[in-house]
């Protein structure tokens, strides 16, 4: 088995010669300028049933409404724990309880500590 020429160990050129792309547009920068609308005065803020939503000079925001705390870490680890001991033993109310844990629509339940018979 011979070596390859020394010619051919070089990258070879692309395929097609093309131009340049060019910008003529300047890159987009963040506000930095006093009064370029990216603060608010307290004043200036109105309840939107307040605003005339067609008058063009005004931007109407809504912020959505708050979103449901996600369970703890620890409720997400007993939610799936239940979650796939559910599926394995085919315990479809175990199942159920894991993913309602894991929607956060349950607690885990408290360890009872000392006698059960109080």
Known sequence: MSSPPKDD?????????????????APQQASTSPGD??????DQIRD?????????????????????K??????????YAKVIRGKGLGKPAVK?????VLRGEETVPAKRR?????
């Open 9 to 25: 160990i070089a990258p070879r050129p692309p395929s097609k010669v093309v131009e340049p792309t060019k910008v003529n547009t």
């Open 96 to 100: 159920e309880q894991g993913e309602r």
């Open 70 to 79: 996600s369970p703890s870490f620890k409720d997400q680890v007993f939610g």
């Open 48 to 68: 939107p049933s307040e605003v005339d939503r067609n008058d063009p000079n005004i931007n109407v925001v809504e912020i959505p409404a708050e979103k449901k």
């Open 114 to 118: 000392g006698s059960t018979s109080d």
């Open 37 to 42: 609308g990216a603060h608010i005065p307290a």
